[in-house]
Every structure is written in structure tokens, then in C-alpha cells.
């Protein structure tokens, strides 16, 4: 929610863009922000917010200053690596003009790759004795390392090497720092289009708008107050921290959510659900019979555990199997097209390039493993004929304990488990087998490791070319590594492409050599990639899980869903007779009806089928919720409290939680509990949340969710008139909304001033009402002397109806005179008002008080200073205005001295009252 401006850092001089380059960069991103949605909306908002004006103003060294302020971070990490490559390319520039003409050093800087190189060669000198080669060696070195002391010892050599090394070290940090400026460069000038520019230029434009500068509500981001759900708003956090201990310290229970309609108890219930629990939730209708919802509570309990562990609900109308067959087969075909696409050409090569390795591999061991299968299933044929013949008895002894242990294992779930993954583990055990069978077989190959100890001993030449393999590999891994990083130089894709062509020349050099294309080209190479395709086949096949047994659970679930949603029916005839030409028989007929289960039946089996299904999701770690909602929709409290006692027999089942949300006459009930008057609350509830409605930051938290582009005095303004409930808190946003667009529609206008809209929505809540109230009023017996007070509501209301927009006077009079007629009869109506009617009086001339005094501190201009002038007494925070709200649900009589402290911190004075009859103004007969 975009309401103020983010607070200024303190600033002790004005910055500035040093560098053209830097004045460039911030006129590029002040053209970018005021392109941006959330500034452009803001222009016209008032007189001389225009674009033009804004541009000027952010080109003026303050503003300048304050943009740059709030990217300090960055622009002083820009500008240290542009220091630093400015001390590079001056360095270079001092080394290049004093650049000295020193031959030794240049044959010395020429003797040093000639030494390195000598040493490769003579490594690669064949014939050579140990004690020879190494004497070249040390003459090598000798040779390379004279000259070198030799030079370093003549001060003017030595200088000239510092001075050529110096400029080699700084020709080679001068690419690395121009990357490093444009990478700050570009870090630098993003967060001046992200952060400083649009908080500058809103500053700005609140500067050029003058008072009250979030007072204007213009189009903007308000879809979350057009949804009409709760999702996704915040619950206040205290509420939820309670539950959430309240669940923990009860392993199941009852739990009452209690507090006033609106407050936000049904998205309470359904945050309280986490992923791994198992919820269900219940709407109580108005109207119900026990039996109808204890049925849908069981219904919907199925339904949801065979959600939850199967993925599916099971269709209640059965099809028939030639139906079930031709669908199954028709989803299979649909999968098999891309199997087939890729896996028979696939397939088709890998046979080509395998067969004949495989065949030649199964010529040369045919005869063995034909020998051994055959020696085996003759000692097997031998042993079974002793054993069967009797001449074994120890054998038949141990297979027949086999055959027992192999029954009583059957009786155990793990065993059952473990016997159906036995064919998965030999299948993986046989994957691993081959491939790791592969790679042991290239390691003891004699000729392999002959090659791969030529690949190791290189020399001369060879040594070069693995040193180039290598450089390349690395330089290529490293250039894939910064395209997949985000300190990235230049564009990822050009990182990739430099990777790619470098390990593709690294495997073009490997493979150039005669050695590694001997290995390559090793006669058993072939049939060793087919162990491993075999082996990668067989680990892929066991992977597949098999299709789990239905658990008990789950079809007993599923058995009770069909037997509560379906009507089932079984008949069976049995026809006897005899052919011939007289034909004697009988038939006979027998049908078998289900019955649906009785009242006590259904709650049991509800109970009962409740607690395997909490057990079972406890032993994973979640909870079972069953949360009953809406029950305070009920008509009166009795009903509710009947409710209780009705649905008493599910609850108290074990690991279940109820969560139930009340009124809060029920609350109260259970938190009388054990005094002289007991009810059902006192059984039936084991602990009780009472939610209250919400503080003026809970209201800014949802609204800054649901719009967020709505300014904070209109956040305010919904929150005294909601007392802080949510529902009423969005709904009185959601008619914001559609006063802005009736006003900007009618005048072309995009901005509309909270003195307006704040006028609009108090009158028409006063007006809606004083009707209802009017309406109750109506009712009483009412007589020739005290109708007065039916006209006075009547005229009032004709106020509300047809104000005229530019004076409020007559108005605020109307409203002074009813706000403060709750204890004295009108003037000209001398009749005392009906003793039923004396509290409703009461009531709605206090919300008059409360509906004059908000349109009092919201309706004229410089809302925003009289507001910080009255925080800084208790009573004239608006929190202290919701809380009168909130009373006024109470009493009228205990909200009164609420408002009247409010007042008195908002320097309004009290309303006149002892009007003369003349003292509410006539009715127009038409609107202003």
C-alpha cells in the first residue's frame, strides 16, 4: 500500500552526477520512472501535478541530491571502480610514456619462454640415460637463470623489467576493471530506476500537490477488494498464535472460535490447516435435521480422505467394462505415441550398434552357461525326487519349516511389503550390477590400463597437448560457470556460447591423440556401453512402483461412501425344470434391498471411522480438523446452543480437533460455565478463542493486500466506520471504489478528494441507517401526540437524501438536532414516545453522534494536519473512533462519553441542542 513517501536519509551535503556519464545515466532513469504506472497515475491528480512540472523539478540539485541519496550504496561502489580503472589507465599511460629501450631486458623477458620450452624438449629427448638427462637439466637451468641474475644485478636492466612487468600487470587489469565499471554501472543505474528516481519523484509530486497530498484516490490496484472470498487476507496474528498453541496442548478437543459477525473466525478456521493435516469443513444451514448433517459430516469425511490418499473421489455411476476397457486403452494409446516417435529409432540404433558384440560375447560363453543351467536343474530335479521319495528326511524337514515360515510371514504387513519389492531389488541390484561390472572390466582390461599408463608418461609434445586439453577445459568451465551466476559481464548466452566452443575444442585436442583413440576404439567397448544401456534399462524399470494393495482404510471409506450416497439393490432368480414335451419346474425370486443405517448407527460409524482416519494421519504427522462453520448465522442463540447438544455425540472423538465458531453470546455462555445455570457449551466445548476485531494496523495490513494502491486516510476512514471488522472493513473499501468511478465518470475527472468521498459514504451510512431504524420504529404504536419523533427521522433523512455538496450546514444542523434529542421529546411535539421505542431512539441518536462527529473530522480540508494535532492526545487517535464504533453495539449510553472525549480531542464542539420547532430545516423537494 503505497501511502507515504519513504522517509528521507539525512543528508549532510547535496550530492551530484560527477561525471557525464553519470548526468546521462540519471536523465535516462527519470525518463523510465515517470513512464512507470505508479508515477504516472499521479499526474493531474491536483493543479500544476502535471509531467512537465515534475521533469523540472527533478532536475533541480535537491532533487538530484535526494535520488541519489537513496542509492548511495551502489553509486559509491560504482564510483570506487571507476577510480580504480581511472588509477589503471593512468598508470598505463605514465608507464607507456616512459617507456625504456632496454635490449637486455627484452632478450631476458625473450630467454625466460626459450628456458620453459627447453625444458619440455629435453623431457622428450629419447636415448637418453637418467644421469644424462638430468645433467641437461641442471645445464638448462644454469642457462636460464644466469642471465636473469645477471640482468636483475645491473640497476638499470632490473628497472627496466620492474617497468615492463608493471605494464604487463596493468594491461591485464584493465579489461578486468572496464568489466568491473560496467557491472557496477549496471547495478547502479537499475537501482536508480527501482528505488531513487520513483521515491524522488514521488516526493516531488507530493512537494507540487500542497496539503494533503494522500487525500486523492485515483485509479489503481484494487482487484483484492472486488473478490468477494477472504483468501489470501491476513488473520489478525495474535488469533492465529492462540489456536495454534490451543491446537498443541490438546491432542483433540473442542474448540470454539468466538466473536462478532465479520471478524474474520472462517478465514481463522481454514488457516489453521497446514499441508499435512486432514481437514474437513461444515456449513451449518439455517435450517437442518440432526440426521441430514451428520450424514453430509460423514459423506464429506470420505470423500476427503479418499482425496487425500488416492487423488480421486470414486464416480458413483458404474460404466460398463467394455466402456472402462475402451477408455483405459485409449489414454494408453494417447502415451505411447512419443514413446514410439523416439524409443523405435532409438531402440533400432542401439541394436545396430550393439548386436554384434552381444553375439560375439554369447558365442564365446554359450556352451558354459548352457552347461551350468543344466548341472543346476539336475541337482534341483535330483533333490526334489529324494525329498518326495522319502530318502531325505532332513531336506523334507527344512522345506516343510520353509513352507510354515513362509505362511506366518504372509500374516505380516512388512514381510508382504518386503516380498513385493523383492522383484524391484533384484531388478535394481542387477542394474547396478552391470553398470558397475562395465567400469570395473575397462579398469582391469590389460590393454586399457597399457594405454592409460602411455596417456600418463607424455613427453615433449604430448605434455603440451594435455596441457592445452586442460587449459581449455577450464577456461570453458569457467565461462559456464559465469553465464549460470549472476555476476555476469556480459550477456549470459555469449558466456554459454564461449564455453561451449572452448570444451569443444578441449575434446577436439583430446581426442587428436593416437592414444586416446586407441582406447576409444577398444574391441570390448561396444559391449560394455551395452551392459551399461542394459543396467540404466534395468534401474529405470526399478523405479516403477508397484500398484499398492487398497488399504482398509480406503475401502472402507470408499464402502461407506456408496452405501450413504446410493440406493442398492440386488436380485437373484433361480429357474428348475425339465425338457421334454411336458415340462414340469418351479421359479423362484429373491431381492435384497440396503437400508439405510439409523440415527445412532451413522454416529457410530462416524466415530469410529473418524478415529482410524486421525490415527492414521497423526502416525504422519498431521492433524484432523473437522471445522463447523456458520454456526452463529443460526437465528438466535438457543438455536445455536441446541445445535451444541444435537451434534454432541461426534464430538470427543480422540487425535480430532473440532473447531467451531460461535457468536459471542455462546462464548459468554461457556466462559459462565459451572455457575447455577449450566447449557450445552458446558459439555460440549473444551476451550474457547475469542477474536476481537482489529486494531488500525491489522486494517492497513489487509487493505495494503487487497488494494494497494488505496492511500491511508481512506484505510482510516473504512476503519472507524468498521469499527475494525474486516468484512465491514473491505466492504465500506469496495464502495469507495464505486463512488470514485460513479464522481470521475460523471466529471472526467481521475482524481476525487477525500472530502468528497468521505461526505458521500458517511451520509449514505447515515442514511441506510436511520431507514432501518425507521423501519423498526414504524412498528410501535405510535399516536397523534408523540408522531413527532417519526416526522423528525423523516426530515433528517430528506438532509441525508438531498445535501447540497457545497454547504453542510443545513445538514450538520439536522444532525446536531437528532444527535442530540435522545433525552428530550422534539420541540413541538410534547407526547412522550412509546416506552418500546425509547431504546431504539436511543440508539440511533448516538450513531447519529458518531456518524456527525466522523463527518466532522473527515469531511473538511487539512485532514491530514488536524489529524496529527489530535494523535497526541489517547482519545483523538482513530483507533479510539473504532472502539466507539464497536460500543455502539454494546450501548448507547457507554459509547457516548467515547465520542464525546473524541470530539474533544478533534476540537469539535458539542451539538447545540434545545432547537426551537423551527429548528431542523424543511425537506427540498428536489436534489441540489
Known sequence: ???????????????????????????????????????????????????????????????VSRALRHVEVTLNAHRRTVRELARTRRKLSQLRSGLPWDVRALLVLAWMPAV??????????????????????????????????AALRHPPTAGSLRHYLSLAYHLGSLPFDTAAVRRTARHWQQDLRDNGVPRAASAVIEELMGADPHSVLL???????????????????????LLERKLAALQGGTIAVSGPRGVGKTTLLHGAVRDEDFAVTIRVPAAYTPYDLVLSTFVKVCEGFLARETGEVPQLTRLSGLVQTRDALRRYARGLRRTVFFGVPAGALVLLGSTAAVRALWGRHENAVLSRLATAGDWLLRRGEEIWQGRSVAAGLVVTSAGLLFWSLGRSAVWRRRVRRAPVVLLRATGWGLVAGAVVSLAADPDVRRLFGELFTLSGAGLGNLFL?????????????????????????????????????????????????????????PLRLACVIAGSLLLKVGRWRLREPEAELVARCRDHLYQLRTAQSVSTTATFGLAGAATAGSAHASALASVPPNFPQLVEDLRERLSDIAAHVHRRGGRTLVCIDELDRLATDEKALLFLSEVKAILG?????????????????????????????????DDILHVQAGTLAQSEAIMGQRAT??????????????????????????????????????????????????RRLIVEELNDTLSGFRTLLAKQRWNQENAGWLSTYRVVMDHLRYADPASTDELLR????????????????????????????????????????????FQPDGYEVRRDRAGAAPAGDLQFLAEARLELSVSPFSARPLIDAARTAWSLSPPRSGHAPLGVPAARSRPS
Open 814 to 857: 439536522a444532525l446536531e438536532y437528532l444527535a442530540s434529542s435522545a433525552s428530550a421529546p422534539p420541540a413541538g411535539s410534547p407526547g412522550a414516545p412509546p416506552e418500546t421505542a425509547v431504546q431504539l431512539i436511543a440508539e440511533a441518536s448516538a450513531y447519529t453522534y458518531f456518524g456527525l462527529t466522523l463527518l466532522q473530522v
Open 709 to 758: 494502491d488505496l492511500p491511508r486516510p481512506y484505510v482510516q476512514l473504512a476503519h472507524t466506520l468498521s469499527g475494525g471488522v474486516p468484512r465491514d472493513l473491505i466492504r465500506y473499501g469496495r464502495r469507495m471504489l464505486e463512488m470514485h468511478e460513479e464522481i470521475s465518470s460523471a466529471r472526467e475527472a481521475k482524481a476525487v478528494e477525500l472530502t468528497e468521498i468521505s
Open 116 to 149: 620453459v620450452y627447453a625444458f619440455f624438449y629435453v623431457d622428450g629427448v629419447e636415448g637418453l640415460s637418467a644421469l644424462a638427462q638430468l645433467g641437461l637439466f641442471a645445464c638448462v637451468l644454469v642457462a636460464g637463470v644466469a642471465p636473469v641474475v
Open 1 to 63: 500500500m503505497r501511502n507515504t513517501a519513504q522517509p528521507e536519509p539525512p543528508a549532510t551535503s547535496l550530492l551530484r552526477c560527477d561525471t557525464p556519464e553519470e548526468g546521462l545515466a540519471y536523465r535516462q532513469a527519470v525518463t523510465a520512472g515517470l513512464r512507470s504506472t505508479q508515477v504516472r497515475r499521479r499526474f493531474d491528480a491536483r493543479p500544476g501535478v502535471t509531467e512537465a512540472a515534475v521533469r523540472a523539478a527533478m532536475r533541480s540539485p535537491e532533487t
Open 469 to 525: 586439453v586442460l587449459l581449455c577445459f577450464g577456461l570453458g568451465a569457467f565461462a559456464l560457470g559465469r553465464a549460470w551466476t549472476g555476476l555476469r559481464v556480459i550477456y549470459g548466452g555469449g558466456w554459454k556460447f564461449a564455453g561451449g566452443v572452448l570444451l569443444a575444442a578441449a575434446g577436439v585436442l583430446f581426442l587428436r591423440s593416437a592414444d586416446v583413440r586407441a582406447i576409444l576404439s577398444e574391441s570390448e567397448n
Open 653 to 685: 472423538v480422540p487425535r480430532v480437533h473440532y473447531l467451531i465458531s460461535v457468536a459471542e453470546d455462546v462464548g459468554a455462555a461457556f466462559v459462565r460455565r459451572g455457575l447455577p445455570d449450566r447449557d450445552a457449551t458446558d459439555s460440549s466445548l
Open 219 to 241: 485509479p489503481g490496484r484494487f482487484d483484492g477488494l472486488r473478490s468477494a472470498d477472504g483468501k489470501g487476507t491476513p488473520v489478525p496474528g495474535e488469533a492465529s498464535r
